[in-house]
């Protein structure tokens, strides 16, 4: 009897060795995957750059030639100049239709985020793949096609810091940063929130929609979406946002949008953010699929951000079939620049979106 107070303090003792020992393993492995979550991060991060300014001198004048835009000097990094406190901040949103650090032939989905702290709203504008805009410096050209441009004239990282600069042009607002995420990329976002849910307003039949199994493929398949809501996994989601022969790409421009906001709702039901001790499997399965110039320090101010904003009420825009100025070929059009200052200044301010 004499011996039971000793032997409670040995399993005392040995409970509180025991409940250290598995604290510190816990600590331990969640100071790794911290580690492995900024590690991943970083690879995400591309130093931004600034383009230097453009000139057009006079030609010399020989039949048949046409002035050529000459870069002075070469292309610089970028002021570190961030939006700080509760600024607003604009973000380009990109899909591309090859790994990030691949040959980029085009970025089929752009989409302009604009976060005010202030107001604590969200608005989203969409720019259609084959709108034509003034490049500074290098004409008009598609605006999908501006991104490779970049790449490949002015060298590998500039692709973005030219889009940037011509989306800026053409709403009248600076585009602070940028993400690009590639299909694959968007896949996994959707994999790891289990599918989404999304509410087809319409039938959507599309009889050619693209395979792309391979570089070259021209394979079509028929894809049709019944309306209603819809549990989709990530590869119905991806056709869904894709598709565009049932209707067009204003439509298409819709469900980017629709598809986006899903997968936001999913990750907040989810509580996915909270959930520290796996944080680095979510950024280990997006490491390869995402580049952007957000640096660390303003993802931790939208993350801070982010728990006040109302994304049940996220204002939509998008320049769309009535804001368009056809330009010969009824597939070449570019933007009433007037409607296009009028729908920015609603998305600034924050107004609802004309039906």
Do not use: C
């Not at 239709?97 to 604590?120: F, G, K, Q, Y």
């Not at 290098?138 to 940037?164: D, T």
């Amino acid at each position: 009897m004499a011996q039971h107070p000793q032997l409670r303090r040995h399993l005392v003792f040995g409970f509180l060795a025991v409940a250290a020992i598995t604290l510190i393993a816990a600590v331990t492995r969640l100071g790794f995957e911290w580690k492995q979550a900024l590690d991943d991060v970083d690879a995400m991060i591309v130093t931004p750059v600034a383009l230097a300014p453009t000139v057009t001198p006079v030609p010399v004048p020989v039949a048949g030639s046409l002035p050529t835009p000459v870069i002075l000097p070469e292309p610089i990094p970028a002021p570190t100049a961030e939006p700080e406190n509760d600024d607003p901040v604009n973000i380009l949103l990109l899909g591309a239709d090859a790994r990030v650090d691949e040959d980029i032939s085009r970025t089929d989905a752009i989409i302009l985020l604009h976060i005010n702290p202030r107001s604590n709203h969200v608005s989203m504008l969409s720019l259609p793949r084959d709108l034509m805009v003034d490049v500074p410096g290098y004409g008009r050209r598609k605006i999908n096609s501006v991104y490779p441009f970049g790449e490949r004239r002015l060298g590998k990282g500039y692709g973005a810091a030219l889009l940037k600069e011509t989306v800026a042009g053409l709403v009248g607002v600076p585009v602070h940063h940028f993400a690009l995420v590639n299909f694959e990329g968007f896949r996994k976002v959707i994999d790891i929130v289990d599918g989404v849910y999304i509410d087809v307003p319409r039938v959507i039949d599309d009889p050619r929609y693209p395979m792309d199994e391979f570089p070259g493929d021209v394979r079509t398949m028929r894809v049709r979406f019944d309306p209603g809501r819809q549990l989709m996994d990530s590869e119905r989601a991806l056709i869904y946002a894709r598709t565009r022969h049932a209707d067009n790409d204003f439509g298409r421009n819709q469900r980017q949008q629709q598809v986006l906001l899903a997968v936001l709702e999913r990750v907040r039901e989810r509580g996915l953010m909270s959930q520290i001790n796996k944080i680095d499997d979510y950024t280990g399965a997006l490491r390869d699929y995402v580049r952007t110039d957000l640096p660390r320090s303003e993802m931790l101010r939208l993350a801070r951000v982010a728990t006040r904003l109302d994304l049940e009420n996220v204002q939509r825009y998008a320049i769309d079939s009535k804001m368009i100025i056809t330009l010969g070929d009824p597939d070449t059009f570019t933007a009433d620049p007037e409607a296009v200052r009028e729908i920015v200044d609603r998305m600034i301010a924050g107004s609802a979106p004309t039906p």
